[in-house]
T-cell receptor, first 114, second 111 residues
Framework: SQTIHQWPATLVQPVGSPLSLECTVE??????LYWYRQAAGRGLQLLFY??????ISSEVPQNLSASRPQDRQFILSSKKLLLSDSGFYLC?????????????FGPGTRLLVL | AQSVSQHNHHVILSEAASLELGCNYS??????LFWYVQYPGQHLQLLLK??????LVKGIKGFEAEFIKSKFSFNLRKPSVQWSDTAEYFC?????????FGKGNQVVVIP
């Protein structure tokens, strides 16, 4: 069966420091991968998605970037964190690049920028 | 771009009460519809989904949802809730390969 991992689970970082959050998927190949940010009372906001290695699409302009160095690895990064980057970050995967797809979510990383 | 509306962000009810959560979306084409649930301290997980066919969809844990195309709605229901249904519920719409989420309903069931 497929599983999705995210780490770290919780991270506290100072403003201006770099960030690297990692997401890996097991048990499938060539998944679509997604990064979301979840804010209380605001639902989930899609940040990035990727349909293949090195292919990244950004949904909103921001202080963050994403990379996909391997088929089942998706990384969310920042060179300099802002206070507003605090939040709960979710990685998700889906199998098919067609409309009839279900996305499956990881456990998330809670980021606090101080 | 599609948008998803969920009303009554906070819902508090007693065990055995019935639950209905509304979800409306704004997109005129063919959509796929989902309800996700996030129990305290757990992953966001799929509760049920609608792609085509019978508009009344049954999911896990006794939940069901009805797709009403004319109303652009996909409301979630459960006839008798339990304390373990305390969670946050998200409606989502997939169109153009993008999953748009509503803001969620925080449901608290009092024993």
């Amino acid at each position: 069966s497929q599983t999705i991992h995210q780490w770290p689970a919780t991270l506290v970082q100072p403003v201006g420091s770099p960030l690297s959050l990692e997401c890996t998927v097991e048990g499938t190949s060539n998944p679509n991968l997604y990064w979301y940010r979840q804010a209380a009372g605001r639902g989930l906001q899609l940040l990035f998605y990727s349909v293949g290695i090195g292919q990244i699409s950004s949904e909103v302009p921001q202080n963050l970037s994403a990379s996909r160095p391997q088929d089942r690895q998706f990384i969310l990064s920042s060179k300099k964190l802002l206070l507003s980057d605090s939040g709960f970050y979710l990685c998700a995967w889906s199998k098919l690049a067609v409309r009839q797809e279900t996305q499956y979510f990881g456990p998330g990383t809670r980021l606090l920028v101080l | 771009a599609q948008s998803v509306s969920q009303h009554n962000h906070h819902v508090i009810l007693s065990e055995a009460a019935s639950l209905e959560l509304g979800c409306n979306y704004s997109y005129g084409g063919t959509v796929n519809l989902f309800w996700y649930v996030q129990y305290p301290g757990q992953h966001l997980q799929l509760l049920l989904k609608y792609f085509s066919g019978d508009p009344l969809v049954k999911g896990i844990k006794g939940f069901e949802a009805e797709f009403i195309k004319s109303k652009f709605s996909f409301n979630l229901r459960k006839p008798s809730v339990q304390w373990s249904d305390t969670a946050e519920y998200f409606c989502a719409v997939n169109a153009y390969n993008r999953l748009a989420f509503g803001k969620g309903n925080q449901v608290v069931v009092i024993p």
